[in-house]
Structure formats: C-alpha cells, structure tokens
C-alpha cells in the first residue's frame, strides 16, 4: 500500500517507489514487511533493514536460501536502492526511471538513504499497551452492530 496515501490520502509516482522498495527489500530477506519479525526487537522489515544499514551489517539481512546465488556487491546495491526508495520524504526518494538506471549500472555512485518512512517498532502481543507510552491514550473501537 502506498504510505502517503493511507496516512494523508496523497498518492503520487513516489508512492509507487516507496512500495518498489518494500518489493524489493521483501525479495532480499525471503519475508514480507507486515509479517516481519526478530527475536532481538520489534522493527517491522524496513526498521530492521535500516538499523541493519546504520550498523553496517546490511548483509546480514540477506536471506539465506539465496546467500550464495548471486554477488554480494549486487545485492548489497539492491538493498541500498531499496532503502533509498523507502525514505520518509517522497522529495528525497528517486523516481522509477532513476531506480532502473540505478539498478543497472554498477558505476552509478549511489547517494547514502535517509531514515525511512514507516519505520516502526510494533508492540508485541500481549503487552499491555498503556504500560508503554508516556502519555495515556484512549482507544475506541467501533463495532456494527
């Protein structure tokens, strides 16, 4: 789904960049972003592969089954294009002519992604939601009847 869409009913190209790069961090990994998750922390995929990033470990988010099947210099350009378009400001990530050039040519010099957009850590199961806030919040749900 594309993010500005659902958060403020904006769609524009760079939505459908911020949904190629999820595609394309998903294909890396061997998981979806929604079903997403690690024992050490609650990230969804796209908070996992940019603290990864930050690290310096990126490759660690390669999945296994296709560790050895392709170069590592390759891959490692794939999760930097990935990450470059899932940035939080739509101005900051490429357009799809860009993302292609990119993904095409080994020369190109990419520039360093930003923070991504939706960069979540989900609360588990479980928890009592109120206990993790500094605010209290109420929550409602609706029901038909």
Not at 73 to 86: H, K, N, P, S, T
Not at 108 to 117: A, E, I, S, T, V
Request: charged share 25%; aromatic share 8%; glycine share 6%.
């Amino acid at each position: 789904m594309s993010p500005e869409y659902v958060v403020d009913g904006i769609f524009s190209i760079k939505s459908d960049v911020f949904s190629f790069g999820v595609l394309v961090l998903e294909i890396v990994c061997g998981k979806r972003n929604r079903e997403f998750h690690h024992p050490d922390h609650n990230f969804n995929l796209l908070g996992h592969t940019w603290n990864l990033w930050v690290e310096g470990k990126a490759h660690d988010l390669i999945d296994e089954q296709m560790e050895d099947s392709f170069p590592l210099a390759e891959v490692m350009r794939c999760i930097q294009v990935g990450l470059l378009c899932v940035q939080k400001c739509p101005e900051d990530r490429p357009t799809m002519s860009s993302v292609l050039l990119m993904l095409d040519s080994e020369s190109m010099r990419l520039p360093q992604p930003k923070k991504p957009g939706f960069y979540l850590e989900r609360i588990p199961d479980g928890i009592n939601r109120r206990e993790n806030t500094a605010k209290e919040i109420t929550i409602t749900l609706l029901e038909g009847r």
